[in-house]
């Protein structure tokens, strides 16, 4: 009774160890026949139950996982044997379930104990980090997109330009027509601005400083430096950026405005043109007047003189009336600022875009529109759905009286199926199984709807 007791508390701790050191035991034949399974964790008994037993633990991998099978059967018996990942195919269309096994050799019958340690929650955390990744890598060149910009800008103005630190007083930066006026070979490295002027004429200086700091807008006063005769007009702007302040100084003769012709149209058009977010020129119907080159890049079109003269919706928008909301709210506001919506590149590729825009042209006989389109792919995050949701809700009430009411009822109808959809994906943890039996849907028609709503599957894959 004793030994009976004794085997019993063996036969108790072997389970409890096998348990605790794996996710899922297999005792398998030599030839890889699955003899008996046990799943520890509830993740993975949706996907591995009693029904693999008598199949060929081969049936139960994905095809580039089946080398390694043999692998680990065939070295059940080596002390340093290595663990080694194999995927399950899921089924259904679902993302692989990410194992790592190692097997070991029993004392009878040449049979096998495999252990598998269950990587999901790894490949999850892998998935997060590569998303983190290439958020970062997007936000840098972002930054270094509007630093180019604001380079560009800096240097191509036809007026004067100083940037001052307002605690120091220092000169930071000055473009080339401020570099030419002074006389400065190359641009100043921290120069006193107070160098600039006369005592006398530094008075007014500190008058045109305190009063853009009291007051929060430009001020302006007419300036005498020393190695200007002619004096000038000054407009100075303070700039708050966290805890610096800077002071923006233009410089300009008398008599110049502050929007001068000629050189300057030329480099703004050019500007645009150079830009590396898409611009487009459209007349009040939403025909292409102008576009420039990174237009024509994010729309896969093989010259951007192919889109001259065509509808903007005809890349711009889910359906025709994104753009019918783009243009209804210019026509009443004049501007629209970070509108979410889809672009439609040839070939049926397709971006997340954010679109900024304004009404050209008020006073003249014909209105147009410009429009900035910057892609937004990648950045969508759960956050980023609730706000292009109720987003979207305001521009369908924004519709009311511009469009047919077939029309709207339509647009409604598919909106709200789209976050429907979205929705149960989300409750259910992106589970398509669980989330068309919510939805009262069968799979298939499921996985219809979300590629006709263009919903990705967000869950992570692992190979």
């Not at 059967?73 to 290595?82: R, T, V």
């Not at 400083?209 to 200007?228: H, I, P, T």
């Not at 937004?376 to 609730?386: D, F, H, I, P, V």
């Amino acid at each position: 009774m004793e030994a009976l007791s004794d085997k019993t508390l063996r036969n108790v701790a072997r389970e409890a160890l096998i348990e605790a050191g794996s996710d899922v035991a297999l005792l398998l034949e030599a030839d890889g026949t699955i003899v008996d399974i046990s799943v520890h964790t509830d993740s993975l008994r949706s996907h591995m139950d009693k029904s693999w037993r008598g199949k060929r633990w081969h049936e139960t991998v994905s095809r580039e996982s089946q080398e390694k099978i043999d692998e680990l059967l065939a070295n059940g018996e080596a002390p340093a044997q290595q663990w080694r990942q194999v995927n399950h195919p899921a089924g259904d269309g679902e993302i692989d379930v990410p194992i790592r096994y190692r097997t070991f050799a029993l004392g009878r019958g040449n049979r096998l104990l495999g252990l598998g340690r269950d990587l999901t929650p790894l490949a999850s955390l892998q998935q997060q980090l590569m998303a983190a990744q290439r958020a970062a890598e997007q936000d840098y060149w972002q930054l270094r997109q509007a630093e180019s910009k604001y380079r560009m800008l800096f240097q191509s103005t036809v007026e004067a330009v100083l940037v001052l630190d307002a605690e120091r007083m220092l000169i930071e930066e000055a473009n080339a027509v401020a570099q030419q006026l002074f006389g400065w070979g190359r641009a100043p490295d921290n120069r006193s601005f107070w160098s600039l002027f006369t005592k006398q004429a530094e008075g007014e200086a500190r008058a045109l400083l305190s009063a853009a700091a009291s007051s929060g807008n430009a001020a302006q006063a007419a300036l005498r430096l020393k190695q200007v005769q002619a004096p000038l007009n000054a407009t100075a702007t303070l700039l708050r950026q966290g805890n610096r302040a800077s002071y923006i100084i233009q410089l300009r003769t008398a008599g110049e405005t502050t929007h001068p012709q000629g050189q300057a149209g030329e480099q703004a058009a050019e500007f645009f043109d150079a830009m590396p977010d898409a611009f487009v020129i459209t007349d009040d119907t939403g025909s292409v007047r102008f576009c420039n080159a990174a237009f024509a890049d994010l729309a896969a079109l093989p010259n951007r003189e192919q889109a001259n003269g065509s509808a903007l919706s005809q890349w711009l928008g889910r359906t025709e009336v994104d753009l019918n909301v783009l243009l209804g709210n210019l026509k009443d506001h004049g501007r629209v600022r970070f509108f979410s919506t889809l672009l439609r590149a040839t070939h049926d590729l397709r971006a997340e875009v954010n679109v900024s825009a304004a009404r050209l042209g008020v006073h003249s006989e014909q209105e147009s529109y410009g429009f900035v389109i910057r892609d937004a792919s990648g950045r969508n995050g759960a956050g980023a759905t609730e706000t292009a949701s109720s987003r979207s809700i305001e521009e369908l009430t924004e519709l009311v009286g511009r469009v047919p009411l077939k029309e709207l009822v339509r647009e409604s109808s598919d909106l709200i199926e789209r976050f429907s959809i979205e929705a149960a994906l989300k409750l259910t943890g992106n589970n398509r199984a669980a989330a068309a039996d919510m939805l009262g849907l069968s799979r298939q028609s499921l996985y219809v709807k979300m590629r006709r709503y263009d919903i990705a599957d967000k869950r992570s894959s692992s190979g």
